[in-house]
């Protein structure tokens, strides 16, 4: 019995290992400039996703990382169809792991034309490894004119219809020009599963970061060290890599006015109990933590001095950081970051502060959670 638990546990181990130097790639990166929308809740992000399909003239590709077969969902396939039936090349892209599209149903749309792909397919010889590797992108191009990114899915839910965690709160973007054709370039690369490598190109306001479990990391840490008045960070998952966590520290301790918003209720098993760990080391160092309790917050932001910012896809997570492809706008001197501080402001102020008092009086159940989730965090 013995020698099976070890022949186990160095497969898993091997699995893990070998199967994530072989997925994790150089980072796409690429400035461009372009207008920026942004758009922070479901009904305005599906009308104008809607709107924008039901112009596209040549081409439309859809991706998502979660998409529902309910009335949501169903009602972005019913448009696609149209859209194929018209000549329209479609395509419609999506997480094998996280969406629930069945195989009738991509059936049924490959009968008026719609090519369907599922993203990161779990196939051997790494199987864990590549079960942990999402496609977390959520990517959307539009006649190569018009692209949305950010942290919407597709489903009831997100325009609030999920009674467990009701109204929803989320960031995406609307990108136009240099940039739609970059994301353009992202999706195509995608589609054809081969991770495009790029350098910081042209002289764009906007930097597109397309990662797959390396570089953002770094990325992130280094906008973090340069924070100098004040670094507000909105994620509905705070279980960071160890070097961002303390650049973040470290910049409480030099006097910049850190404060981090969090949802006050957990969509994930263990998530919530694991961040509260990190909650007391950030409250201990003299920072905010808030927690949104207008209902499900998911929107991604990190924004430094109110000058420069990171919106898109990626959490403040081992599992964005380390698995995940993922999609992100680094933002400097753009007329979209007053709107961007605008909204971070109004939903900090939808929030409750969290003290120290209140992890004390965590249950020991709480505790327990938390700390098991502190050991496997790399899978958070």
């Known amino acids: 019995m013995l020698f099976i638990l070890l022949i186990l546990i160095g497969w898993i181990t091997l699995d893990f290992y070998l199967g994530r130097k072989t997925y994790t790639t150089p980072a796409f990166r690429r400035f461009a400039d372009g207008e920026i929308e942004l758009i922070d809740d479901g009904e305005s992000l599906y009308e104008k996703l809607h709107a924008d399909i039901q112009h596209a003239a040549h081409t439309v590709d859809l991706s998502f990382f979660i998409f529902r077969s309910d009335d949501t969902g169903e009602r972005f396939l019913t448009l696609l169809e149209r859209k194929a039936a018209e000549g329209v090349r479609v395509r419609l892209m999506v997480d094998q792991v996280g969406s629930a599209l069945t195989r009738s149903r991509r059936k049924s749309l490959e009968t008026y034309g719609v090519k369907v792909k599922l993203a990161a397919p779990v196939r051997p010889p790494f199987f864990l490894a590549a079960l942990n590797r999402r496609n977390h992108r959520k990517t959307t191009v539009i006649d190569g004119k018009a692209a949305y990114t950010g942290g919407f899915n597709a489903g009831e839910e997100y325009i609030g219809r999920r009674t467990k965690l009701g109204f929803w709160r989320d960031y995406h973007v609307r990108l136009t020009d240099g940039a739609a054709d970059t994301l353009q370039q992202i999706f195509d690369a995608d589609w054809a599963e081969n991770t495009a490598v790029g350098t910081k190109e042209g002289d764009g306001r906007i930097q597109i970061v397309a990662s797959n479990g390396t570089e953002l990391e770094k990325v992130m840490g280094d906008m973090i060290n340069k924070a100098e008045s004040s670094l507000d960070m909105v994620t509905p998952y705070y279980i960071p890599p160890a070097s961002i966590h303390a650049a973040v520290v470290k910049a409480t301790a030099r006097g910049v006015n850190v404060r981090l918003l969090v949802p006050m209720f957990a969509d994930h098993p263990f998530v919530k109990e694991t961040g509260f760990t990190y909650f007391q080391e950030l409250l201990e160092a003299g920072a905010d933590v808030l927690l949104y309790n207008r209902g499900f917050f998911h929107g991604k932001a990190v924004i430094i001095d109110r000058q420069l910012a990171d919106v898109g896809t990626a ?36 929030a409750v502060p969290l003290y120290l008092k209140d992890l004390t009086d965590r249950s020991a159940w709480q505790r327990l959670k938390g700390g098991i989730g502190r050991r496997i965090r790399w899978l958070l």
């Open 315 to 350: 959490n403040l997570d081992y599992r964005s950081m380390y698995w995940n492809q993922e999609l992100n706008l680094i933002i400097e001197n753009h007329s979209v970051l007053q709107t961007l501080n605008e909204a971070v402001q109004r939903d900090m102020a939808d």
